[in-house]
């Protein structure tokens, strides 16, 4: 008989990696208070793509989580109801969802309006 992955030993996985996605976090906020300087040298285009990959990271994370829930819930899954529910059922992935999406959205809420004011312009 074999056996498969102990549960505390994903746990202290999704632990970990969420310990390294906060600490990434911090390093990119940190960096981001020299962000619109940097930003003046460069074209348009790569402004938008700095832009845009602050949004689209969290995004493919969170549809690979939600494709890998449907997957395990198959037909019964509900898009709705599992949102309502999810932190009581799924509560380490909810945090890792949070931690893994909010600030990068966050980031890049802050850059767009910065980019939109005028604030990247030499």
Do not use: C
């Amino acid at each position: 008989m074999t056996e498969g992955w102990s549960v505390r030993y994903i746990g202290w996985g999704l632990g970990l990696f969420v310990l390294a996605l906060s600490t990434l976090h911090v390093r990119n906020f940190r960096a981001l208070r020299g962000w619109t300087e940097h930003a003046k040298q460069w074209s348009t285009l790569r402004k938008i793509w700095d832009v845009a990959i602050s949004f689209l990271i969290p995004t493919v994370i969170l549809f690979v989580v939600f494709s890998q829930i449907k997957a395990f819930y198959g037909y019964r899954f509900n898009l709705t109801y599992q949102l309502l529910i999810m932190s009581r059922t799924l509560g380490d992935i909810t945090v890792l969802m949070l931690v893994g999406s909010v600030p990068d959205y966050v980031q890049g809420l802050i850059k767009l309006f910065w980019v939109l004011t005028g604030k990247t312009r030499p």
